[in-house]
């Protein structure tokens, strides 16, 4: 469970939550993201019953959305509604900071420490295309984050549910759990 001040790092990129579900009864949750400079671009993806709403306090924000881009500079205060598909990144040089509500929270919490702790410990691929997890992801989280397929969404909800027994079999799970750190035995003098 996200506390206000937690930091998640992926590569170069921090996200500190802000505000949490918790402290609002599940009405949004804040976070402020810190991007370098774009490597690969996010998947196209959607959220099919949340509003985000970006403020840039630094940097440069490339967001294409519904398939036209749109271009942000330092000040800008946008909002990406429901349902529209979009995918953001930074075009640097320099660093973007961003203050990102997204309103009702659900579980996105969750979602953030999921996807960024998996794509650090290369169980998902940076660019967020599939590994076997996938499929417990998307039935987990399909009413958080639904990345743009190709193919109609029940179908995908189809293919994830013939999916998931294999991953849950080969030990995956739909959230993420930090590796714990086991004490050393110390040999006994």
């Known amino acids: 469970m ?5 930091t998640l790092r992926l590569g170069k990129d ?4 802000l505000t949490t579900a918790a402290e609002t009864d599940g009405a949004y949750v804040e976070v402020a993201v810190e991007y370098a400079p774009a ?21 440069r924000l490339h967001l294409q959305l519904d398939g036209t881009l749109h271009e942000y500079d330092q000040g800008a205060d946008f909002h990406i509604p429901p349902g529209a598909v979009h995918s953001m990144w930074n075009p640097g040089p320099e660093t973007t900071r961003v203050i990102w509500r997204t309103t009702p929270a659900y579980q996105t919490e969750t979602v953030f420490e999921t996807l960024w702790g998996l794509t650090n410990e290369g169980r998902l ?40 027994p294999l991953g849950l ?6 959230t993420y759990r930090p590796p714990q750190d086991t004490p050393r035995l110390q040999p006994t003098t």
Request: charged share 20%; with cysteine.
């Open 169 to 174: 079999a080969c030990g995956y799970r739909p």
């Open 125 to 164: 691929r940076p660019d967020g295309t599939p590994r076997l997890q996938m499929p417990l992801l998307a039935l987990a989280f399909r009413d958080e984050y639904r990345v743009v397929t190709g193919r109609p969404f029940p179908l995908d909800m189809g293919l994830c549910l013939l999916l998931a």
């Open 14 to 17: 921090t996200l500190t939550f």
């Open 39 to 59: 490597v690969i671009k996010p998947p196209q993806h959607y959220h099919p019953r949340q509003t985000e709403h970006m403020r840039l306090e630094s940097g």
């Open 2 to 6: 996200a506390r206000p001040g937690d």
